[in-house]
């Protein structure tokens, strides 16, 4: 288990910011907007040595918060579990880690309350639950 507190606030420290999309530029990851399937908002990928996060473009509608707090998820897999490969999607799957969703999502929160007065808690069941909100169930 990380001590998730203490590896935000050392990157924050090292980067001298705590904005995701700061974070992700400076880390020499590539954010870009495409369609994705239905209910899931983010992802990560190695192509080349080259990292991307892949966002769906449905959340360019969404509040700052919410883009910078799947950002804030999938670059806490790229540090914490670099080889693990999932989807930052709403009520989980089996195949995906719960842990490290977990973790992913503590990371998010945690690196947020430096930029928002937000209570993690509300942040971590946004990525959790709300994604529901933002897209709208088709089949």
């Known amino acids: 288990m990380y001590n998730i507190p203490l590896r935000v606030r050392n990157l924050i420290k090292r980067l001298d910011t705590s904005d995701p999309f700061s974070i992700a530029t400076s880390l020499n990851i590539a954010i870009i907007y495409g369609n994705t399937p239905n209910r899931v908002n983010g992802f990560w990928k190695r192509i080349l040595r080259r990292k991307y996060i892949g966002l769906d473009q449905r959340l360019s509608e969404a509040e700052e918060w919410q883009k ?12 914490l579990h670099p080889a693990y490969k999932s989807y930052c999607m709403a009520g989980r799957t089996v195949y995906a880690d719960s842990r490290k969703e977990d973790e992913a999502d503590e990371f998010a929160a945690e690196l947020l309350s430096y930029s928002y007065d937000i209570d993690k808690l509300y942040v971590i069941d946004f ?9 709208n169930d088709q089949g």
């Open 127 to 135: 990525l959790q639950n709300s994604w529901k909100e933002i897209h």
């Open 68 to 79: 910078k707090a799947v950002i804030a998820h999938e670059i806490a897999h790229i540090i």
